[in-house]
């Protein structure tokens, strides 16, 4: 990966929801790994980019330190102007180097790497790995994310065409001249095979509409920049495995979940008996994957992979659906950022997950829900709610997290987004919810976070909305806002 083309052509970088503390240390109880409490810890981000994974979490969790440091001085410029105005006072943002970069042994409970691995050579694999084993508490877990195969060899079509407009261009070009030649070449390539009803053809047109609706700064370092290795799950494991690291889990539960292959892929992942990295290696197979995201921890953490119900009653549930209709046979639930509508049959899944969708600001406990579903679920024992919160869980209409250790709402009266926010909202780029999700948000939304500074109440705010646009654009923006999470009331 070359410097110069971050400085060139920054990386524009996103919350990642699944990297939230509180949803690490819930994977990493629930496989019997005791990390610290995301409200006292630490954190390492590696190639952190902007800044604007890390910042939201600095500011969530004010007694915790947050270290995070990449190559690029454009970035790492920005994210600590962003820190400053921001008035964060427990991160440091250093520009350094995978290789050089050196810290107190065991020191971080919390390491992340998002985007980073598959784009940098082989070498310097050996050197982040190894970092990311020197750098975690023997209790500590690691997030980190690849391109895998065969997912990915598949894209790498992609990425051999883009690369041939970009390389005809000449070497001396800017990155968005060399997209730009890439992408011309991709429609030249794709149109000129557009007659051959072959799965080439087909091939490029799908990945060049894909293509075009995706961040351009996302399309030339990931087609553009000198490495990009995905690598197969199980050599990825291995070479971990060497610098002392065992793979926990998927960030994701969705990810390791089988039950909508059908019942002979079942029969044949049950055979496997019980080694679950070969399993993993089939998924990536089946599903043909081409990314994944990936919680580490040291070798010598003896795993939990039975499912301990103690350990999940204790975690906190959440939900991005929520209730647009129920039915006579079925429930109509909507997912709140993409608007997609899921019609599910009306039984104790879809009558669980409706009872967690009416909880808008944040995260249910197991006792509280088990109280509210009584009157809606026919089966309502503890261990049946269990059994439906796992479903909802592994099938990605759930999500966990370890409580929080105080309680994090203040008054509903005035509003209240997060300094971060309201940094991020000042600007074009995504804006980021207490959730930890990045969200492109319309002029009027912008203008609802940049107002809720919790000096102003709900109607003041839909006031001063409405001055530059109507009274019902100003509400909906509102609601759309507080439905994204972004307010602390
Ligand atoms: C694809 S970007 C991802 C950035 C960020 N993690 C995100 O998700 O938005 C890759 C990042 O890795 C950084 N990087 C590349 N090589 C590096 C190295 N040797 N040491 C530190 N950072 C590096 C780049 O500067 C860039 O910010």
């Given at each position: ?311 999940f009653k204790?975690l906190e549930f959440s939900t991005d659906y929520r209730e647009q209709m129920t039915l006579?046979?079925s429930i109509v639930f909507k997912e709140i ?5 899921v019609?599910t049959p009306a039984d104790d899944h879809a009558r669980l997950l409706k009872v967690l969708s009416r909880e808008h600001d944040g995260q249910m406990a197991f006792a509280e829900m088990c109280e509210r579903a009584k009157a809606e679920i026919a089966a309502n024992d503890e261990r049946a709610i269990v059994g439906l919160l796992l479903t909802l869980w592994?099938s990605?209409f759930v999500h966990c997290a ?81 439905e ?6």
């Amino acid at each position: 990966m070359s410097v110069s083309s971050y400085e060139e052509k920054p990386y524009a970088t996103f919350a990642l929801q699944e990297a939230e503390l509180r949803r690490l240390a819930a994977m990493a109880r629930l496989h019997g790994v005791d990390v610290a409490s995301p409200e006292k810890c630490s954190v390492l981000e590696i190639g952190c980019g902007t800044g604007m994974n890390l910042l939201p979490l600095a500011e969530r969790y004010p007694e915790s330190r947050f270290v995070g440091f990449d190559l690029s001085g454009a970035h790492i410029r920005e994210a600590q102007l962003a820190a400053s105005q921001c008035h964060l006072s427990n991160v440091t943002l250093s520009q350094d180097d995978i290789g050089g970069f050196s810290c107190e042994p065991g020191t971080f409970d919390y390491v992340i790497c998002h985007g980073v691995f598959s784009w940098i050579s082989p070498k310097l694999q050996e050197k982040l790995l190894a970092l990311c084993a020197r750098a975690l508490a023997p209790n500590g877990v690691a997030f980190m994310s690849y391109n895998v195969l065969p997912g990915w060899r598949q894209r790498g079509v992609l990425r051999d065409v883009l690369q041939t407009g970009a390389l005809a261009k000449g070497r001396g070009s800017s990155p968005d001249e060399q997209l730009e030649a890439g992408m011309e070449f991709l429609q030249l390539v794709a149109s000129a095979r557009s007659n051959e009803n072959d799965a080439y053809g087909r091939y490029l047109s799908e990945g060049m509409a894909r293509l075009s609706e995706s961040h351009s700064s996302y399309v030339f370092h990931e087609y553009l920049e000198a490495f990009n290795e995905p690598v197969l799950f199980s050599h990825f494991v291995e070479r971990a495995g060497e610098q002392g690291l065992q793979w926990m889990c998927e960030a994701k539960a969705l990810m390791m979940s089988s039950d909508d292959l059908g019942p002979k892929v079942a029969k044949y992942l049950e055979g496997l008996e019980g080694d679950i990295l070969a399993r993993e290696q089939c998924l990536d197979v089946l599903r043909n994957r081409p990314f994944r995201e990936s919680l580490l921890c040291h070798n010598a953490n003896a795993l939990q992979r039975d499912l301990k119900a103690g350990v999940f009653k204790a975690l906190e549930f959440s939900t991005d659906y929520r209730e647009q209709m129920t039915l006579p046979n079925s429930i109509v639930f909507k997912e709140i950022v993409s608007g997609r509508a899921v019609e599910t049959p009306a039984d104790d899944h879809a009558r669980l997950l409706k009872v967690l969708s009416r909880e808008h600001d944040g995260q249910m406990a197991f006792a509280e829900m088990c109280e509210r579903a009584k009157a809606e679920i026919a089966a309502n024992d503890e261990r049946a709610i269990v059994g439906l919160l796992l479903t909802l869980w592994k099938s990605g209409f759930v999500h966990c997290a370890v409580p929080a250790m105080r309680e994090e709402r203040v008054s509903g009266e005035r509003p209240q987004c997060s300094r971060v926010a309201q940094f991020q909202a000042v600007s074009e780029g995504v804006v980021t919810s207490l959730r930890h999700r990045s969200h492109d948000l319309s002029h009027q939304e912008r203008m609802c976070v940049q107002l809720a500074d919790g000096t102003r109440s709900v109607e003041q705010i839909e006031g001063e909305v409405a001055r530059v646009s109507d009274e019902v654009m100003a509400k909906a923006a509102l609601r759309r806002v507080r439905e994204l999470g972004f307010f602390t009331s």
